[in-house]
């Protein structure tokens, strides 16, 4: 195992920058993710850990050791691509020892390491198969067989399971915690869909145009999101975004939309003052809204009118315009709602965030006023 550092990596091809002066360091052991919209750069850095693509400035340091100018069968790394790139007219057997007959591995060493990787991915029936005998699922666990065989310090998987259902998806995710749990390797894993970057990744970076937004634990990027970017990225269904004023009404901090207003809590006002007067940006997870009591017609409150309406079983999805504003929440299923009504919804109130409209970085999150609630009564206690 190895820690992985980028310092100030930028990727040029051309007059196209695809990554710019990236700075990350992956722990060792850690299952670090990088996930963004294709076209963000993540698959270029992957590669230039590697050793596939050339860095154009920085530097990459894998373990105690500088690889810009190391070949990457030298780089102790093994990487699994999304299309399995298994040879066909190969056993199932043959294509995990391949890496390992190159270097001149001993055989008895091969047999062992091979059918242990098998054991280990639930394959060992299927050594004597060929690719195409295989499901989608078994092609990938070979994959990932022939990349544990070469023991090698970092592991490197790029989208392996776009391919697959979403079925196999889930169980896929959960078997490559478990193995990452066991082997306890240094992973970068690649993916666009950020359902996989929070359930797998111990941390995940955020990445947009080549740029760096944030990284973080899943359940940080979710509750304190650095902008509208991740705000946005990470959480499904999207966070809403409301277009907003900060003005200060009775002495008292609120955002003031066209058909809305949202009290600042005095907690944390003071942390947006220096943005009274200006366009601001309020953030709202479709969780974190629910049916206002009938009568409430209070402050605090939003109505939208509903436009589509998704039963999922376990809940209900509502999609709503306010003021040409596409609000979506995730509702309990035994609502009666239907496209056309008027729908009243209230905010949980410390589950609001507020974006500068200019920069789109994060002025604050309501969840602060919780946390610092609870670290004083922690403090007394």
């Not at 066991?182 to 993916?191: I, S």
Request: hydrophobic residues 40%.
């Amino acid at each position: 195992m190895a820690k992985v550092v980028l310092k100030n990596v930028t990727k040029r091809f051309g007059s196209l920058t695809a990554v710019r002066n990236v700075s990350l360091e992956v722990e060792d052991g850690e299952f670090m993710v990088l996930v963004g919209p294709s076209g963000c750069g993540k698959t270029t850095i992957l590669r230039m850990i590697a050793g596939l693509e050339e860095v154009t400035e920085g530097e990459i340091w894998i373990g105690d050791r500088l690889v810009n100018d190391v070949p990457p069968k030298d780089r102790d790394i093994a990487m699994v691509f999304q299309n399995y790139a298994l040879y066909p007219h190969m056993t199932v057997y043959d294509n995990i020892a391949f890496g390992l007959k190159l270097r001149r591995v001993p055989k008895p060493e091969i047999d062992r390491r091979v059918r242990q990787a098998a054991e280990m991915l639930g394959i060992a029936d299927k050594l004597r198969a060929k690719p195409r005998e295989l499901s989608g699922g078994q092609r990938q666990r070979v994959a990932v067989g022939r990349a544990i065989v070469r023991n090698p310090k970092v592991f490197l998987f790029d989208e392996p399971l776009s391919n697959l259902d979403a079925k196999l998806r889930v169980k896929m995710r959960a078997e490559l915690q478990e193995l990452h749990h066991r082997l306890k390797t240094t992973t970068v894993y690649v993916t666009h869909d950020q359902v996989e970057a929070m359930t797998l990744g111990h941390r995940v970076a955020v990445l947009n145009h080549g740029v760096l937004q944030q990284v973080d634990t899943p359940q940080r990027l979710y509750d304190f999101p650095a902008n509208v970017f991740v705000a946005g990225f990470i959480g499904s269904p999207a966070m809403n975004f409301l277009p907003a004023k900060l003005t200060e009404t009775n002495g008292q901090l609120v955002a003031q939309g066209s058909s809305f207003r949202f009290t600042i809590p005095e907690a944390i006002a003071p942390k947006a003052e220096g943005f009274l007067g200006r366009d601001v940006v309020v953030g709202i997870r479709p969780e974190h809204l629910q049916p206002a009591e009938p009568g409430d017609d209070g402050p605090d409150r939003l109505t939208i009118a509903v436009k589509v309406v998704e039963p999922l079983g376990s809940e209900l999805i509502v999609y709503g315009d306010l003021d040409g504003v596409e609000v979506g929440a995730r509702l309990d299923p035994s609502l009666r709602v239907q496209v056309g009504d008027k729908l009243t919804l209230s905010p949980q109130p410390t589950k609001l965030h507020l974006f500068d409209k200019e920069s789109e970085r994060a002025i604050l999150h309501f969840q602060e006023l919780e946390e610092k609630a609870r670290e004083e009564k922690e403090r007394v206690a």
